[in-house]
């Protein structure tokens, strides 16, 4: 078991979202920083995360393994057999949405499994026709250079204290603040410099933060690489993001933002040196559809149309990072794992894409095979798609590859790397991006 010093290094170590208190690396099981573990009940994370583990080889369906987690968080006896079972399109309703469904979605996913553990009155699956009182919500914005990023409240929990003040949890209470806006030690979201809304939510606390454009690109840049990242990589990645955004602003219901890596990842708001590293970043004539940025290569790029399965079929040059820990990497799934696999991913390719057969079944892309893994198993289960893959006669899959991420666009190791060594930014983003990539 490791306590990480702060959220930084857990989620670098382990990939998991800022809502998510501890995961399993191998046969490790990392934690967040104590300061963050110590508003939560310890022994239920505990008790949840060893029945997991407990759990892996057994092939359950998704649903009743994280069922019979949360029952083992307040029992010390498993959970035994439970009549009323859901129906078999409920069953599969309820794995869509922990597997990876919206935010609403696996909401109501985790109160159906705690209804049902109680025997209570099960709540009905979400209408995509229905408004609820949770969902993303458009902020009032001033103008078209602002952005708003939104985290949600199952990813902000416990006591919260802005500005000194410390804000009674009453849901549908709602505070604004505006300028510089500070948040109690601790709490996973830093300071913010902009316009601030908090609401009290039924299970947490939801955070809209309303900046400029270029404050968001500071403050994703940032989150990204870290504050101690060379000048010149922040320079790349903010160029990158500047035409990310072109093509990306209206990533979820009402053109907001989110703070994870499904949009880019903000923890607060930007050093001054990161905002005068991102005002300073090079004009990129980047296709915004193309504009794209990965963890680690591992020194293998990859293409859009590999990944995808469209875009531009050539890829960057990234290297190979002395000491870079996604260099190389073996993984091993049982039996088991490639099941719950087949499950959720369909077979069959775009043209151009990459795959790969699961024992007499596919191929699979591997960009689907490698985000169900990670939203199943965990995201280091399967860490990128520059990978080769071969099942077993028990049916085992023994995976090696190269990276952590989709491989494609700019590599952020690399970027750093290569500042190190005195590369300017425009000089790591012409390696990173062929000019079939380009705005013609």
């Known amino acids: 078991m490791l306590i990480h010093p702060d959220a930084v290094a857990f989620e670098r170590a382990t990939g998991a979202p800022p809502g998510r208190a501890a995961q399993w690396t191998g046969t490790t099981l990392h934690l967040r920083p104590w300061e963050q573990l110590r508003r939560r009940d310890l022994g239920a994370i505990l008790r949840h995360e060893l029945t997991h583990r407990r759990l892996a080889a057994k092939g359950l369906r998704r649903w009743e393994e994280e069922a019979r987690?949360?029952?083992?968080?307040?029992?010390?006896?498993?959970?035994?057999?439970?009549?009323?079972?859901?129906?078999?399109?409920?069953?599969?309703r309820l794995d869509r949405a922990l597997a990876g469904g919206t935010t609403r979605e696996q909401a109501w996913a985790y109160r159906w499994l705690r209804a049902w553990l109680k025997g209570g009155s099960l709540p009905p699956p979400p209408d995509a026709r229905s408004r609820p009182s949770e969902v993303w919500v458009k902020e009032a914005a001033t103008g078209a250079e602002e952005v708003t990023v939104i985290w949600p409240a199952e990813?902000?929990?416990g006591p919260l204290v802005v500005n000194g003040l410390r804000l009674p949890h009453r849901a549908g209470r709602s505070w604004r603040f505006r300028g510089h806006v500070r948040f109690s030690p601790g709490f996973p979201v830093r300071d913010l410099r902009g316009a601030v809304r908090v609401q009290a939510a039924v299970h947490g606390w939801r955070v809209a933060w309303t900046a400029s454009r270029k404050a968001w690109i500071a403050a994703a840049t940032e989150g990204e690489l870290g504050g101690d990242a060379p000048v010149e990589a922040r320079r790349a990645l903010a160029a990158v993001l500047g035409q990310w955004l072109e093509g990306h602003s209206h990533q979820h219901p009402g053109g907001t933002l989110c703070p994870l890596t499904h949009c880019a990842v903000v923890r607060g708001a930007a050093s001054e040196a990161t905002l005068a590293a991102a005002a300073s970043a090079p004009a990129l004539p980047l296709d915004p559809r193309w504009a794209f940025f990965t963890g680690s290569a591992g020194g293998r790029g990859l293409s859009p149309q590999e990944v995808w399965g469209a875009?531009?079929?050539d890829a960057g040059s990234p290297v190979e990072v002395p000491g870079d820990r996604w260099s190389t990497w073996e993984r091993s799934l049982d039996a088991a794992k490639v099941a719950a696999l087949k499950r959720d991913v369909r077979p069959g390719l775009k043209q151009g894409q990459?795959?790969?057969?699961?024992?007499d079944s596919g191929p699979y892309a591997v960009e689907a095979l490698r985000l169900a893994a990670g939203r199943r198993f965990g995201w280091t289960t399967w860490p990128s798609n520059a990978c080769e893959g071969e099942v077993g006669p028990g049916g085992a899959l023994r995976l090696r590859g190269r990276g952590w991420g989709h491989n494609a666009g700019l590599c952020l190791a690399t970027a750093r790397f290569r500042a190190t060594q005195g590369a300017t930014a425009e000089q790591i983003l012409d390696e990173a991006f062929p000019a079939s990539w380009r705005m013609p």
Not at 85 to 91: K, S
Not at 354 to 359: D, F, I, N, P
């Open 69 to 92: 987690c949360l029952f083992a968080e307040g029992h010390r006896r498993p959970l035994g057999p439970k009549a009323g079972r859901p129906a078999g399109a409920l069953q599969d």
């Open 354 to 359: 990459r795959g790969l057969s699961l024992g």
């Open 155 to 157: 990813r902000l929990r």
């Open 311 to 313: 875009g531009p079929a």
